[in-house]
């Protein structure tokens, strides 16, 4: 066998491994978003670090978010946002300021239960990664590159728990060197909700100005 054929077959092997391995990526992928999708509910406590060793900066917060069909309440690093189906409102305590504006579906920055959660669906290149066994949990990871040159994540792992194919991590890479994480510390389903945990009330904050951008 020459050298050339041995090289060519070796590349042929690697592509045919290289996109069974993407495969069983987005198969994984899928099977995320359809488990997510069965739900009334999802109520998440997480962590958030972000950390970039050039700037010296290393930063910790933990946060939770409940969310129902196309509605959310989250809570993080001190404010409240809540979106009713129409309007996204912004509580900040520490200001006593409240921001309302109207949701736009088309803006690609707008924020939805579907993309915090589905974001992965779509604008990437996947990959199989490694397994790890956290405290008796399989987290499997998957590696997302983004399609996109502009895109200024180099790249996203996302680690999956096996058994319940609930997400436990997602790792944002940047091009810059900027790393975060977020891990989720606890993933509640089908939860009682009360029927106003997606609405805003105004006799709740009294002495709080109101900022309407719409």
Do not use: C
Request: hydrophobic share 35%.
């Amino acid at each position: 066998m020459t050298r050339f054929l041995q090289v060519a077959i070796a590349l042929l092997i690697g592509f045919s491994l290289q996109a069974q391995d993407a495969k069983k990526a987005k198969e994984l992928l899928d099977d995320v978003s359809a488990k997510i999708k069965s739900y009334d509910n999802i109520v998440i406590d997480f962590k958030y670090t972000l950390n970039n060793p050039k700037e010296n900066i290393n930063q910790e917060s933990k946060g939770n978010v409940a969310l129902q069909g196309n509605l959310y309440n989250l809570n993080f690093m001190g404010v409240t946002k809540i979106f009713d189906g129409k309007k996204v409102y912004t509580i900040v305590p520490e200001d006593e300021e409240i921001t309302i504006a109207n949701f736009d579906a088309n803006d690609d920055n707008a924020i939805t239960p579907n993309k915090m959660l589905t974001f992965f669906n779509s604008g990437y290149k996947y990959g199989w990664d490694i397994l790890q066994n956290v405290k008796g949990r399989k987290i499997q990871y998957v590696k997302l590159t983004p399609n996109s040159s502009k895109d200024q994540r180099k790249e996203i792992l996302v680690g999956i728990d096996v058994q319940t194919k609930h997400i436990y991590t997602v790792i944002e890479v940047g091009k810059n060197g900027t790393k975060t994480t977020l891990t989720v510390n606890s993933f509640k389903t089908n939860q009682p909700l009360s029927k106003n945990h997606f609405t805003f009330t105004k006799s709740k904050y009294p002495n709080y100005y109101i900022n309407k951008l719409d």
